[in-house]
């Protein structure tokens, strides 16, 4: 199984950025779908953004479209989520995950076609 692992998160103030990585145990972070999701506690894990292997599919959550932005370096071995405007409802645990199943344009996965996740890391917006 696929050993994910994030990382950059924090404490910032509302209005400020951060830019989460994905990495993975082997050198080159292969999958068909790379999703990032988040936690609040009392909440159900809830979808952030994805992106397809190609980068050419990359759907949204509502209310992060237009301030995330998800990418990957040119060396495939890392997936970022670059995170502006950030705002305290934005607070949660972030994970990385992959799938197996292809994205279809415009649609993102079902949370339960993935298949490996990282640990999270904390991401806390104050106001």
């Known amino acids: 199984q696929v050993q994910l692992v994030e990382s950059g998160g924090g404490l910032v103030q509302a209005g400020d950025s951060l830019r989460l990585s994905c990495t993975q145990s082997?050198?080159?972070?292969?999958?068909?779908?790379l999703g990032w999701f988040r936690q609040s506690p009392g909440k159900e894990r809830e979808f952030v953004a994805a992106?397809?292997?190609?980068?050419?599919?990359?759907p949204y959550a509502d209310s992060v479209r237009g301030r995330f932005k998800i990418s990957r370096n040119s060396a495939k071995t890392t997936v970022y989520l670059q995170m502006n405007d950030l705002k305290p409802e934005d607070t949660a645990l972030y994970y990385c995950?992959?799938?197996?199943?292809?994205?279809?344009?415009?649609?993102?996965?079902?949370?339960?076609?993935?298949?490996?996740w990282g640990q999270g890391t904390q991401v806390t917006v104050s106001s």
């Open positions: 995950a992959t799938s197996t199943v292809f994205l279809q344009r415009g649609q993102p996965l079902d949370i339960r076609e993935y298949d490996s």
């Open positions: 082997r050198r080159t972070l292969d999958f068909n779908s």
């Open positions: 992106m397809n292997w190609r980068g050419d599919i990359t």
